[in-house]
Nanobody, 123 residues
């Protein structure tokens, strides 16, 4: 089982990036999925989560209105569209799959993790 995150890069403040997380080895269509991030010198933090159906989502306050999480269960892919990026969004972004179907903020609920993709936002 593998989660492969991609789409990170260097972008100027105000720009956009779309992260993708492709799952292989099994389907995660019945699992809640999430994105977390870890900035240098800081702990990993919750960014966004999506229910198995894709109908329900939730976000940390600092990204609400700027980031959108979505999923395509047929392709086993989860996306994180990031708009109006700020320098404080700079971090390694990780996708994760929960063993359960709902929305979870704690990394304790996630059992599979991608390798991370670096997002750098310049001012």
């Amino acid at each position: 089982v593998q989660l492969q995150a991609s789409g990170g890069g260097l972008v100027q403040a105000g720009g956009s990036l779309r992260l993708s997380c492709v799952a292989s080895g099994r389907t995660f269509s019945n699992n809640g999925m999430g994105w977390f991030r870890q900035a240098p010198g800081k702990e990993r933090e919750f960014v966004a989560a999506i229910k198995w159906s894709g109908v329900n989502t939730n976000y940390t306050d600092s990204v609400k209105g700027r980031f959108t999480i979505s999923r395509d269960n047929a392709k086993n892919v989860v996306y994180l569209q990031m708009n109006s990026l700020k320098p404080e969004d700079t971090a390694v972004y990780y996708c994760a799959a929960s063993r359960y179907s709902g929305i979870y903020y704690s990394n304790a609920y996630y059992v599979y993790w991608g390798q991370g993709t670096l997002v750098t936002v310049s001012s």
